[in-house]
């Protein structure tokens, strides 16, 4: 579906200066669009080839009075290419209108497919009892390869048409993976028509966001423009909470695909606290044996900074069961805290350490309040939203968070300007961190957890 999702955003404003007509002619117009004057100089390029002109594609008699039978130059997004792709007169029409019914033609078809056929039948008793369909004779390892081909084939069928209006890029899957989930989660897992119906509401709004622009409320100025980067987060947000199952899905009923339970936590032996001992004390001692490479202690660092946060990151979905994808969000609130107390309030260093874990819990405090709630795929997703609106956040508030320039000029105190100095305490502080949480999963807490 997230086809769908960049054919209906495409209906904002680049798109409409790319294909209008009044954008491409260079003499004087009194109708000419201010938009498009905009769009004019990002592009900033003369035509492509002599004689050649962009027509508007959604208008065909337009296409006969411009083109004259030659072929249409399509200009692409990107800032500097010339031409991407040369395209007839009819080429461009009708790709956009592929675009615009493909979507409801894999709905009929992949609804038909699932609801009216044996292997429609069958996908759907695999998914909440893979044992009983075994039982039953059907090769479960065919059954799913055929799935995930189909999917792959979709997925590439959405790459392959949306090339008229981008190019191929390295930088594509990363820009629709994360869109794709958003759609799914808030269409409701295993709901077609739900992600369709998902994907038209966020286009919608993002265009909504683009056309208005930036907007005087009570003499301060909104730029709804800038919410086109977290919009879709937004609405996943707002549905999961509302509606934990997404918009046309339905609460997930109990499945029998579970795995082994986990192994209960035994105290440590006598084996495992002595190969801790040595560990740590090789921790002590490297800093002397890399005295001749001072970078070395600065990968130390970065090493414990990343074990700390693993170990954080595995209490919560190890022992507390509760997958989170937006972990990462509360590792960035502790370091803005930190930085802005130094900067802003003149705070000592070793202060901040201790009032920058204490934002960060007040953050999580906030976000807990909504994703403990929720369970599964749902509450990874939600965690994830509101991970990305925190980013958001923090990239668009130039005036306090440094945008995308962050906080800098950070710097210890001068008794840890030796890296060396540093290095110590940060070991002592993940050392510390690492049996704090240890210690709490065999407290009665971490029973009542586990």
């Not at 907007?215 to 086109?228: A, E, M, N, P, R």
């Not at 934990?244 to 029998?256: A, N």
Request: aromatic residues 10%; glycine residues 10%.
């Amino acid at each position: 579906m997230i086809f769908i999702l960049k054919v209906f955003i495409g209906h904002g404003e680049q798109q409409d200066c790319l294909y209008q007509s009044n954008c491409i002619n260079n003499a004087p117009n009194p109708t000419r669009p201010a938009k498009c004057d905009q769009q004019e100089q990002r592009n900033n390029a003369p035509a492509p080839l002599p004689g050649v002109k962009f027509v508007d594609t959604e208008r065909p008699e337009q296409q006969a009075k411009h083109s004259g039978g030659n072929p249409i130059a399509y200009r692409s997004h990107a800032a500097g290419d010339k031409v991407s792709v040369k395209m007839t007169k009819d080429t461009v029409y009708l790709t956009k209108r592929i675009l615009r019914g493909g979507g409801s033609g894999c709905i009929r078809n992949l609804t038909l497919l699932l609801a009216k056929t044996r292997f429609g039948i069958l996908v759907r008793a695999a998914t909440q009892d893979r044992e009983m369909v075994g039982a039953l004779g059907v090769n479960q390892a065919w059954l799913f390869t055929a799935v995930f081909a189909l999917g792959a084939l979709l997925a590439g069928l959405g790459g392959a048409l949306q090339l008229p209006r981008e190019p191929a890029t390295l930088e594509m899957d990363l820009n629709t993976i994360g869109a794709a989930f958003v759609v799914v989660v808030v269409g409701g897992m295993g709901s077609i028509p739900g992600a369709y119906v998902a994907a038209l509401l966020i286009a919608e709004i993002k265009a909504v966001c683009i056309w208005l622009g930036v907007v005087d409320i009570f003499g301060y100025s909104v730029s709804f423009s800038k919410l086109t980067l977290v919009v879709e987060f937004l609405v996943m947000a707002v549905v999961l909470v509302v509606r934990p199952w997404g918009l046309l899905g339905r609460p997930q009923g109990v499945s029998r695909n579970t795995g082994l339970p986990e192994a209960p936590l035994r105290p440590s032996g006598r084996a495992y606290r002595l190969g801790g001992a040595a560990l740590l004390a090789v921790l002590v001692l490297l800093p002397w044996f890399t005295a001749g490479s001072p970078y070395l202690t600065v990968l130390l660092i970065d090493l414990l900074i990343a074990a700390l946060f693993a170990a954080s990151l595995h209490f919560i979905m190890g022992p507390a069961g509760m997958h989170s994808f937006g972990h990462a969000a509360y590792f960035g609130l502790g370091a803005y805290a930190a930085a802005l107390l130094v900067r802003s309030a003149g705070v000592p260093m070793e202060l901040t350490l201790v009032l920058a874990p204490l934002a960060a819990a007040a953050g999580a405090l906030l976000y807990g309040w909504f994703c403990v709630r929720l369970s599964g795929v749902y509450l990874a997703m939600l965690t994830l939203a509101f991970a990305q609106i925190t980013w958001a956040i923090c990239y668009q508030w130039d005036g306090f968070t440094g945008g995308s320039n962050g906080l800098t000029g950070v710097w210890p105190a001068e008794w840890l300007a030796d890296k060396r100095n540093y290095y110590y305490l940060t070991l002592a502080l993940v050392a510390g961190g690492v049996l704090l949480l240890r210690r709490v999963l065999f407290s009665p807490f971490g029973y009542a957890l586990r």
